[in-house]
């Protein structure tokens, strides 16, 4: 967070991709950030995507439990405030504990969901990944003031938000792969009955990583450097904030009708950011955390 300033610095190209992306030409008046952003796209809602969010409010907003909802979404704002400490203690000193302990309302959040039949109802009223559809949900996250303001309070500085954006709208064809489980083709070698929803394998698959991470950092502790220990940190914040995306959406689903945040084009949006941040930042974990290999570990102190 930043805090602990452990973000990966956004490169020129990063930035030039992103604003080509959300059809944005940069200028200088116009920076490639989260507000300059904000400013200066204007919104498309799509009637399309206002059918679906109503869909899933008509079908979800009676059975979520709000105030369930509420209380592990505060629990995780803070749990995420604590991942500086958590990056400051270092390598844990056993194999389960510090980042288990941060992901624990996460888990709460993911098991009532799971029970609720929520990640299985959305699959079939979200489209899969496509350019069109992760534009369309980036500009919605951007133009939400509800996600933006949830995000800085979360403690997201305006250039993580911007790095949290990029990984949404920067990776279209990693994101295509991630496949919603009634469109996987039948002839493929394992068994689709068994895959779980994509928002289930985005939230589920995210807090798995996490639970890992104490025991993971610990058997490695010989080889693990700062900079590890920097992307840990960071990738944990990321997953964290894309759930609490998903949670904030859930919230608003089971609010009473004077006290939804989110429009109905900006709620199937909301979901979709959560997922695929969820999703983008687990592959960069395993790719900068638990891949260690000779040329990023720590050199070895044997003569």
Known sequence: MSQTSMRPEM??????????????????ETPVTWDGLATTLDAKTDPEFVSRGREIRDTFSDSLDGELLRRERNALDDEIARLPEVRAAGIPDEPEG???????????????????????????????????????TARELLLSTSLSTGLDELGFDEEEKTVLLASIVNTNERLARWVPSNQIPKDVEFDTENVPPLHQRASGGALLWIRGLDRHLWQNRVIVTDSILDDANWHTAAMLGGLYVTATAACDIAAPDDERELSDGQLPAALTAGAAIQIVSQEELMRDVFYITDDVRAASKLR
């Open 11 to 28: 490169s020129t190209a990063d930035r030039r991709d992103l604003a080509r992306n959300l059809g944005v030409e940069e200028t200088a």
């Open 98 to 136: 510090l980042y288990e302990a941060v992901a624990q309302p996460g888990w709460r959040l993911y098991d009532h969901l799971v029970e609720t039949g929520f990640f299985e109802g959305i699959e079939e009223f979200l489209p899969k990944f496509t350019p069109e559809h992760v534009e369309y």
